[in-house]
């Protein structure tokens, strides 16, 4: 920085820890409230640091799903939301790569058609149309299924705008020395843009990843049967009764294990979270 | 594009882009416009007829108070969203510019928000509070403040504008950050010489600098409000009281699950979607302009 004063980098330091503190909170309250017993929390005088009832809460939660209600066990929800993340995620991924290869490095008739074809999905969130694509779904019996999970929400124009993007920048050279070597475009793609792709599938790997994970309004408009429900969505059953009886350890143990799997990526994977996150954007 | 070296293949490229395209005409074009088809339609209550009836479930829509309240909702509640996590965002890229030590640590911790779903993180807040026995709403309540989120209207407004303030911080926060550290020094030392004070310089220099990105995250905060918060407003308030916090978003989606009135669900889908067109083709203008990141 241009001065230095003694104390000049005191006040960032407090501002940042102030907005630390505030941001990881909510999260931290919520692992204690998971190790403690459901009357202690309910009379309001919950202590700050951990109880003892942490490793009876999170058993029942995921494994034995009992409690005054009859609920699927959380385990179950946490293997469909995995499965819907993955799917969405490598579905996004396949298609858009092979899609942006086709408008890239080929020439055929109505190239762009496909590319404003893919390009103006964009504008169609699945919030606004999203009772159409109900009925659709429902018409194609895909209720209650992970294809109906998945398959709506994978055509991304985003993801086919970054490896659009990416492989335009991909020196013509490199095309023209595998044309020379034999290789055909199945070859050029498996043996060189592929290798060449692997940072930006990596970062988009994470985003999709947390996109896929956190889906909300269509997981809850398809899945009637309980055991195709993601853990989003149960988390929401737990605490959706309107009087005092919830038992908070269990939502507070759900909510801690809906959070555990998208914040390890993103903490985990840092840079390529960032850098995903700035590419997918632009 | 022009210059790309090309491969040549007459069914190849098709056999590529199909599947993009499939679930494009069969989940976004096909639903899109049966929306638009649907919108221009009455349905007799048993959907056994139907008629066309050009705007007149737009006109109806029009005509109902409840649609402008819900737009009334939408538009208080971007702004205060908007507002508050652009304005923490960028207080806290601006100190975590400077160079400090710790800050990847500051930084793991400022993103977690990102990774946390709307719902869960609605579950979150719901717990501190929750009168009775939530720490923040008890603390309130010794205030003297009479918190109620289930009855007040006020109250669960500032509920889920807490929430997705939350839960948008850590994009603002990295974007603004990002747009910090593209500002080249010289142009801050410059000033210095000149003799502006910090407050002076981030307010003449920084900030006009930061515009671009400023722009597009009002933009993009805009649009995380409209479409992506129905998951905080459904765990947290329903939409209630009284549709204090029913946005457009969410009005469509109570609407279409009672599916008693296709036709205005369907018309108010598709004034969404023009409003969707119009934010996208606005950012997209902003992203011509060579925004730097």
Do not use: C
Not at chain 1, 42 to 54: E, K, R, T, V
Not at chain 1, 151 to 176: C, G, H, N, Y
Not at chain 1, 243 to 252: I, K, N, P, R
Not at chain 2, 83 to 101: D, E, K, P, Q, T
């Amino acid at each position: 920085m241009v001065e230095h004063r003694r104390f000049g980098n005191l006040l960032p330091h407090l501002i940042l820890l102030v907005g630390v503190v505030i941001v990881a909170f909510p999260v931290y309250l919520a692992v204690i409230a998971s190790t403690h017993d459901n009357a202690v929390i309910a009379n309001g005088q919950m202590p700050l640091i951990p109880g003892s009832h942490g490793f009876e809460t999170y058993w029942n939660t995921i494994v034995s799903g009992t409690g005054r209600t009859t609920r699927q066990p959380v385990g179950a929800m946490m293997f469909n939301s995995l499965i819907m993340a993955l799917g969405i995620t490598i579905g996004k991924i396949a298609i858009s790569i092979i899609s942006a290869y086709a408008i890239v490095f080929f020439a055929f008739p109505f190239r762009m058609t496909a590319f404003w074809t893919i390009f103006i999905t964009l504008m169609l969130p699945v919030e606004v149309r999203i009772f159409p694509t109900y009925k659709i779904t429902s018409d194609l019996h895909m209720l209650d299924s992970y294809s109906g999970l998945i398959l709506p929400l994978i055509a991304s124009a985003t993801a086919t705008l970054l490896f659009r993007q990416f492989f335009m920048t991909v020196p013509k050279e490199l095309v023209e020395a595998s044309k020379i070597d034999g290789a055909g475009p199945i070859r050029f793609f498996w043996d060189t843009l592929l290798p060449l792709s692997v940072t930006n599938i990596a970062a988009l790997f994470v985003i999709l990843f947390i996109y896929g994970w956190n889906q909300y309004l269509w997981p809850l408009l398809i899945t009637t049967r309980d055991d195709m429900q993601t853990i989003v969505i149960g988390i929401k059953k737990i605490i959706d009764v309107h009087d005092a009886l919830t038992e908070w350890s269990v939502a507070m143990a759900t909510a801690v294990l809906a959070m555990l799997p998208p914040v390890a990526v993103v903490v985990l994977m840092q840079r390529l979270f960032v850098k995903g996150l700035i590419e997918t954007e632009k | 594009m022009e210059n790309r070296a090309i491969f040549s293949g007459k069914l190849l490229p098709y056999l590529l882009i199909l599947p993009q395209l499939a679930v494009s005409l069969i989940f976004f074009y096909w639903p899109a416009l049966q929306a638009v088809q649907q919108s221009f339609l009455v349905q007799d209550a048993f959907g056994l007829s139907t008629e066309f009836v050009w705007f007149e479930n737009y006109i109806n829509l029009l005509q109902t108070p409840e649609y402008y309240h819900a737009i009334g909702v939408t538009l208080l509640f971007s702004a205060l969203v908007a507002f508050f996590s652009l304005g923490l965002g960028l207080l806290l890229a601006a100190m975590a510019n400077h160079n400090i030590r710790g800050i990847q640590i500051y930084r793991t911790f400022l993103i977690i928000p990102y990774a946390v779903a709307p719902a869960v993180a609605s579950v979150l807040f719901i717990f501190m509070f929750q009168p009775g026995l939530g720490m923040i709403a008890r603390a309130l309540q010794r205030g003297g403040i009479d918190w109620n989120p289930v009855l007040n209207g006020t109250h669960a407004m500032i509920l889920v504008v807490i929430v997705a303030v939350w839960n948008q911080i850590s994009y603002n926060f990295l974007f603004f950050l990002a747009g910090l550290q593209s500002i080249p020094k010289s142009v801050i030392e410059a000033a210095a010489i000149d003799g502006a004070t910090p407050t002076r310089r981030f307010w003449t220099i920084i900030f006009p600098l930061l515009s671009p990105t400023t722009f597009f995250l009002i933009i993009v905060n805009i649009t995380y409000v409209f479409f992506n918060t129905l998951g905080i407003i459904d765990t947290a308030t329903g939409g209630g009281p009284n549709g204090a916090t029913q946005t457009l978003v969410y009005k469509v989606f109570q609407d279409g699950k009672v599916g008693t009135d296709l036709g205005g669900s369907a018309a108010q889908s598709v004034i969404l979607m023009i409003i969707v067109v119009g934010l996208t083709a606005f950012q997209f203008r902003y992203v011509e302009k060579k925004v730097h990141y």
